[in-house]
């Protein structure tokens, strides 16, 4: 049986980096050009940069959050072997897809948050060209937050499929010491 303490937990660290990313999103940088009177020359002013911390703050959420996951489950990997059935089966290819989705929101998220924090620092000369007030384009940290979603609702059932299958995990033989030791009548 699945534990629902760890299903409530992740749940809760998903629902924060959802939280976060779509935060993110709504207050990703802003820039503008303005002009300094006095010397002649174009720079770029850019907005509060808080949506890098967002970002930041839902990699580290679901990253903690597929650890859980992850160390509940021995990553699939260790442990004793599990019945085969179609629960493992699913917990196969879920486990695949889990780490997919993980991979790209973590992506997204992480990219979105470093270029969300460069900012460009050169000013050009007032008959040049203006320069070039470089931010995160539109939808990065949205994209995180999909996959994010997508991956909350695949690592949950994933665990649900493995717990099942290691629930039902074969065991050869009962509970004898060795094969063939049992009492003769």
Known sequence: MA???LLIAVFVLDLIAFGLAVAAEQRRSTAKISQDTE???NYCVYDSDIATGYGV?????LMVSQALVMAASRCFCCGK???PSGSRAWAVILFIVCWLFFLIA?????AGSVRNAYHTKYRTIFSEQPPSCETVRKGVF???AAFIFLNAIVNKFYYICYSSARDKSFQAYGREA???MGTYK
């Open 3 to 5: 534990s629902k303490l």
């Open 39 to 41: 010397v002649n020359y």
């Open 57 to 61: 703050g839902a990699f580290l959420f």
């Open 81 to 83: 072997g599990l019945n």
């Open 106 to 110: 973590e992506i997204c998220l992480l």
């Open 142 to 144: 949205a994209a995180g």
């Open 178 to 180: 060795a094969v063939g």
